[in-house]
């Protein structure tokens, strides 16, 4: 099977699998360690597949760029899948939970008073009045539920750790694993 094909068959397992956890607590870190883990599966099937692609062990940075795109490929489609599961799957749960924060935020306080104790309370800068503070507050989870937002930190993670896959699996199979690979007149 094409490692390709099986990448986009994981990303729709995604899917499949916070259908089937909606309304559990834990559907964020079940998603996490599921990305998690196919990027896993995806770096070390990709040195497999390169074991038998390539003549010879390659150089490590050859070795890195045939790893790294398979996985860099996953991390955009399950940005992807994170973008449309989110904000067109359940858009309007996603919706209902931002309504639901601001309406946190903005009854949070009774009276400036009891803001005052707060602030008091947690060392917190006594010359933001209540209102600024709901505006202020109001703003970043704004920020935070944002399509934008999501796309850019699920991206900025997914790569991250599929780089750092992408190096842990190309030195095991460089400089570890390699030596199996070697023609035998160059031992």
Same mark, same amino acid.
């Given at each position: 099977?094409?490692?390709?094909?099986?990448?986009?068959? =994981?990303?729709?397992?995604?899917?499949?699998? !916070? %259908?089937?956890?909606?309304?559990?607590?834990?559907?964020?870190?079940?998603?996490?360690? %599921?990305?998690?883990?196919?990027?896993?599966?995806?770096?070390?099937?990709?040195?497999?597949?390169?074991?038998?692609?390539?003549?010879?062990?390659?150089?490590?940075?050859?070795?890195?760029?045939?790893?790294?795109?398979?996985?860099?490929?996953?991390?955009?489609? $399950?940005?992807?899948?994170?973008? +449309?599961?989110?904000?067109?799957?359940?858009?309007?749960?996603? =919706?209902?939970?931002?309504? #639901?924060? !601001?309406?946190?935020?903005?009854?949070?306080?009774?009276?400036?008073?009891? %803001?005052? #104790?707060?602030?008091?309370?947690?060392?917190?800068?006594?010359?933001?009045?209540?209102?600024?503070?709901?505006?202020?507050?109001?703003?970043?989870?704004? =920020?935070?539920?944002?399509?934008?937002?999501?796309?850019?930190?699920? =991206?900025? $993670?997914?790569?991250?750790?599929?780089?750092?896959? #992408?190096?842990? $699996?190309?030195?095991?199979?460089?400089?570890?694993?390699? +030596?199996?690979?070697?023609?035998?007149?160059?031992?």
């Amino acid at each position: 099977m094409n490692l390709r094909i099986a990448s986009l068959l =994981l990303l729709f397992g995604w899917i499949w699998l !916070k %259908y089937h956890m909606l309304g559990s607590e834990d559907t964020f870190m079940w998603g996490m360690m %599921y990305h998690f883990t196919a990027m896993l599966g995806i770096g070390f099937t990709a040195c497999w597949i390169g074991t038998k692609t390539f003549r010879e062990t390659p150089e490590f940075f050859e070795g890195f760029k045939h790893v790294a795109k398979h996985i860099v490929s996953y991390s955009v489609g $399950a940005t992807v899948s994170i973008m +449309v599961w989110y904000h067109y799957i359940i858009a309007d749960a996603t =919706l209902h939970r931002f309504n #639901s924060m !601001k309406e946190m935020v903005n009854t949070q306080f009774n009276s400036e008073a009891e %803001y005052m #104790s707060y602030v008091h309370d947690n060392d917190l800068d006594p010359h933001i009045p209540l209102s600024e503070w709901i505006t202020s507050t109001t703003t970043q989870i704004e =920020l935070m539920y944002a399509p934008q937002t999501h796309i850019s930190l699920s =991206l900025m $993670a997914y790569l991250v750790l599929g780089l750092f896959i #992408s190096l842990i $699996a190309t030195v095991l199979w460089t400089k570890v694993l390699g +030596v199996q690979q070697v023609p035998i007149e160059r031992r």
